[in-house]
């Protein structure tokens, strides 16, 4: 693990912090058999891929978790800047040769895919240090390169996702992304409030509907809300209703195509604020809205967490900190079919 304090979601460290020129590269050469990405993978367990940061939290091996849950596909996090316009993981590790690239080999050879996640709260964000949004595509481009990749995560977060010109520029990039990636899928993470995006998310938001992107999920992070009323389930509705409503106003869908277009990332446990939980029983709420209503995405942070804290110990990078027997949160989602 590099220096970079670790991503919001991550730590209850971080409580208070609120809610986590290169030219295109050129064809990918073909992927081989054993790189290819699993044709039995379905949409529908590309929606539930769960987050597993694999630089910190002592992760659980992939393929242990597939086993133990039946989840197929995870998210993985985070792709930073390495400094300059330049893709890695988190800023520091190649994207190629190293043991990222070995644990997507290990995940798509036990059947399963991955989605990569590039942002997330803390660190050099690519869509701060790229100056264009061609440049920013040809960085994220690197990463679906590296991997081959269906789905693309981008989790826009604190000075990535306060500034406007930076908002602009992700959605531009994602815009080309889709359109040099035929049949690719996009997910746009970002926080909210109890009753849906903030001003800012309803911007981007906005921005992508002004630029024609047609985003897969628009994805929010139900927590770290500071002050909310009733269950954490019942707060995620109201978040997820207000998410419906912006996607729905600025893309001119019908309630039935918004509710398909939104996602939810939700963070099992004990969370960054001292006072806040999301239990199981809420994470059946949110399974029992996603299967009426058919949302684009059912996730969480994190994989690292879905387990019980060792001899008493606290909530952080990779426990709960809640009583729960080994992967409780993960075989909830796992049972969300799309």
């Not at 539930?48 to 597939?66: C, F, H, I, R, S």
């Amino acid at each position: 693990m590099h220096t970079v304090v670790p991503p919001r979601r991550l730590t209850a460290a971080l409580a208070g912090a609120g809610c986590l020129l290169l030219p295109l590269i050129a064809a990918v050469p073909q992927a081989s058999a054993a790189d290819a990405p699993q044709a039995a993978a379905a949409s529908g367990a590309m929606a539930v891929a769960p987050y597993e940061y694999l630089g910190w939290g002592n992760p659980q091996k992939p393929t242990d978790v597939m086993a133990a849950t039946g989840v197929k596909w995870f998210t993985l996090a985070f792709v930073l800047s390495d400094g300059g316009c330049n893709p890695k993981w988190d800023g520091s590790r190649a994207l190629t040769g190293g043991s990222d690239e070995s644990a997507i080999k290990s995940i798509r050879g036990a059947g399963g895919d991955v989605v990569v996640s590039v942002g997330g709260w803390s660190g050099n964000k690519l869509g701060e240090k790229c100056s264009s949004a061609s440049a920013l595509a040809g960085a994220y481009q690197k990463v679906i390169n590296a991997y081959h990749l269906k789905a693309l995560d981008i989790d826009i977060e604190d000075t990535e996702f306060s500034n406007a010109t930076v908002r602009q520029r992700v959605v531009s990039a994602l815009k080309i992304v889709k359109t040099d990636n035929p049949g690719i899928v996009t997910y746009v993470t970002m926080g909210t409030t109890p009753n849906g995006p903030d001003a800012n998310g309803k911007d981007l938001i906005k921005k992508g509907a002004a630029a024609g992107l047609a985003n897969d999920g628009w994805t929010i992070m139900p927590f770290d809300f500071g002050s909310h009323s009733g269950s954490m389930g019942s707060a995620t509705v109201g978040a997820l209703e207000g998410l419906k409503a912006a996607v729905k106003s600025a893309y001119g869908y019908s309630d039935d195509a918004a509710y398909r277009h939104i996602g939810v990332s939700s963070m099992n446990g004990k969370t960054d604020e001292s006072d806040e939980t999301v239990t199981t029983g809420d994470f059946q709420t949110m399974l029992g809205y996603a299967k009426q209503h058919h949302i684009a995405r059912f996730t969480f942070w994190a994989v690292n967490r879905d387990r019980q804290c060792s001899g008493g110990g606290s909530a952080g990078d990779s426990c709960s900190g809640v009583g729960q027997s080994p992967y409780a949160f993960t075989k909830i989602v796992s049972q969300y079919a799309g």
